[in-house]
């Protein structure tokens, strides 16, 4: 019998605040850290989907990172009733799910399953099989369980990786290009899952199309700077806004 969703099980999304959130990130070389993130504000609902939008540099990945303790940050971030500081970041983990960019950084385990599946095991889930197994139905990857995920293709690398963290059942979901290298039926999957979900979900994107199909709310971004935002219907409508951010009103809304 499938297993019941979600939101049926008690998960409790979690709502997120930023308070004129600063982020700083390494050069990789050794030298000082570079202000990535300027004075970011912004309220999220428990429940609701927020794309981040916004050319490559504009500080997407970075804001994502801050939100996990990843980056060096300064302003406040509340998840839930938790400000994120050092006492609180290991409780504040416990509630979410991150997805990389490249999907190969977060995958290190022999199986499709054991992928699936590590995270509720360390969490101590006694059904930490089930989670995995119906994560895998949702993004597209039954009949892959004993594949090596390094034997995958890119974008299937990149819905193990999205499985992964569903299993978890997370409060709040925080992925980066999660339809990156997607054909049209994976990336319809992943959608479907995320929507499904029922958890706070902030993902960073350049699929501007995706946010529309999640019906999701907008946070335009450029350098760093948030310059508007909205529902995603109707913000990114806004010519004049996204020029301002380097983007093109998407070709559904033309």
Aim: charged share 25%.
């Amino acid at each position: 019998r499938r297993r019941r969703a979600a939101r049926d099980r008690f998960v409790t999304p979690a709502s997120v605040t930023l308070e004129a959130l600063q982020v700083w990130r390494e050069d990789g070389l050794g030298g000082e850290p570079a202000q990535v993130v300027h004075a970011v504000s912004a309220s999220i609902d428990a429940g609701s989907r927020v794309a981040l939008v916004g050319a490559n540099g504009a500080g997407k990945t970075s804001l994502l990172l801050a939100l996990v303790g990843a980056a060096r940050f300064a302003g406040k971030i509340r998840v839930g009733d938790l400000e994120l500081d050092r006492r609180s970041l290991a409780t504040v983990r416990k509630q979410l799910g991150f997805v990389f960019a490249e999907p190969a950084d977060q995958l290190f385990l022999p199986t499709v399953l054991e992928e699936a599946s590590f995270g509720p095991r360390q969490r101590g889930l006694p059904n930490a099989e089930e989670l995995a197994k119906s994560a895998l139905i949702r993004v597209g990857l039954v009949g892959l369980e004993d594949r090596s995920p390094h034997s995958l293709s890119l974008g299937e690398q990149r819905r193990l990786a999205i499985a992964a963290v569903l299993s978890l059942e997370p409060a709040l979901l925080l992925l980066d290009e999660p339809t990156a290298s997607l054909d049209s039926r994976s990336r319809r999957s992943v959608l479907d899952a995320i929507r499904a979900s029922g958890a706070t979900t902030l993902f960073a994107t350049h699929d501007l199309e995706a946010a529309i199909e999640l019906d999701a709310d907008v946070l335009v971004l450029s350098e760093g700077r948030l310059l508007g935002g909205g529902k995603a219907r109707v913000a990114l409508t806004d010519a004049a806004l996204l020029d301002a951010a380097g983007l093109d009103v998407p070709g559904c809304l033309i």
